[in-house]
């Protein structure tokens, strides 16, 4: 094997040992440390051989990463296809790791979370205003849920306020 080969192999286990990545991150990565294109290929191979690359894990590690930290499907998509996941992958690995109750609990979690910090910056009041309720809407939007999601969420749970101010 050229030494070529080796140190590019040996620079994509360093940035394995980090954090898995996907075949794609890989790929700038290396390029980035000014392998060739035919070293890099052969480096990916042996690393999918050695079952050091998978896509597909990559892509399950990251969903169920991403929604403990309580981010919604829609980013963690847009997330997978930034690390160069195929739709595919992206799909089965939300599908095996999601679960639509689990979803809406954390939702419901982090709006009322960010209810909180409204109120104590603006006041309880000021969350049932029409400014109010679309600045918690844009945030858990840009959180990755889905509007209807996150519409029915807010709707009910600033209704939950409003209840203990009548």
């Given at each position: 094997?050229?030494?070529?080969?080796?140190?590019?192999?040996?620079?994509?286990?360093?940035?394995?040992?980090?954090?898995?990545?996907?075949?794609?991150?890989?790929?700038?990565?290396?390029?980035?440390?000014?392998?060739?294109?035919?070293?890099?290929?052969?480096?990916?191979?042996?690393?999918?051989?050695?079952?050091?690359?998978?896509?597909?894990?990559?892509?399950?590690?990251?969903v169920r990463s991403r929604l403990s930290k309580r981010v919604g499907r829609l980013r963690i998509r847009r997330e997978l296809a930034a690390a160069?996941?195929?739709?595919?992958?992206?799909?089965?690995?939300?599908?095996?790791?999601?679960?639509?109750?689990?979803?809406?609990?954390?939702?419901?979690?982090?709006?009322?979370?960010?209810?909180?910090?409204?109120?104590?910056?603006?006041?309880?009041?000021?969350?049932?205003?029409?400014?109010?309720?679309?600045?918690?809407?844009?945030?858990?939007?840009?959180?990755?849920?889905?509007?209807?999601?996150?519409?029915?969420?807010?709707?009910?749970?600033?209704?939950?306020?409003?209840?203990?101010?009548?």
């Amino acid at each position: 094997m050229s030494e070529t080969l080796e140190r590019c192999y040996a620079a994509a286990m360093r940035i394995l040992a980090y954090r898995f990545n996907s075949e794609a991150e890989l790929r700038r990565k290396l390029r980035r440390k000014d392998f060739d294109d035919e070293t890099i290929a052969a480096t990916l191979e042996r690393l999918r051989g050695e079952n050091w690359l998978d896509d597909e894990r990559f892509a399950g590690s990251l969903v169920r990463s991403r929604l403990s930290k309580r981010v919604g499907r829609l980013r963690i998509r847009r997330e997978l296809a930034a690390a160069g996941v195929d739709d595919e992958d992206a799909a089965r690995a939300l599908a095996r790791n999601l679960d639509p109750e689990a979803e809406r609990e954390a939702l419901v979690a982090l709006c009322r979370k960010r209810m909180r910090i409204l109120a104590r910056r603006h006041g309880e009041a000021w969350l049932l205003t029409e400014e109010g309720r679309n600045k918690l809407t844009g945030y858990l939007l840009k959180q990755g849920y889905d509007a209807g999601l996150v519409h029915g969420v807010v709707r009910s749970t600033v209704r939950e306020i409003s209840i203990v101010h009548d």
